[in-house]
């Protein structure tokens, strides 16, 4: 097992970018399929209202992949 421990500080839009940096330069990864989703739709109508948090840093996360989050 490895076990990964990042410390990141900033903005909650500033965290899940840098989040989203992370996965690209090590992993790779896309949300390409993930922003198809309806699941994703349902997240991007209740997050702002329901957990304003979290949807700062689904934003942050759209940010670094030159993304719109409010595409629905």
């Given at each position: 097992?490895?076990?990964?421990?990042?410390?990141?500080?900033?903005?909650?839009?500033?965290?899940?970018?840098r989040?989203?940096?992370?996965?690209?330069?090590?992993?790779?990864?896309?949300?390409?399929?993930?922003?198809?989703?309806?699941?994703?739709?349902?997240a991007a109508?209740?997050?702002?209202?329901?957990?304003?948090?979290?949807?700062?840093?689904v934003r942050?996360?759209?940010?670094?992949?030159?993304?719109?989050?409010?595409?629905?």
């Open positions: 097992m490895n076990v990964r421990h990042l410390t990141l500080h900033g903005t909650n839009f500033e965290i899940g970018r989040l989203a940096e992370i996965a690209i330069q090590r992993y790779g990864k896309s949300p390409a399929n993930y922003m198809a989703s309806p699941l994703y739709a349902s109508r209740l997050l702002p209202r329901n957990y304003p948090i979290l949807w700062e840093r942050g996360v759209a940010a670094a992949f030159g993304l719109d989050p409010n595409v629905k």
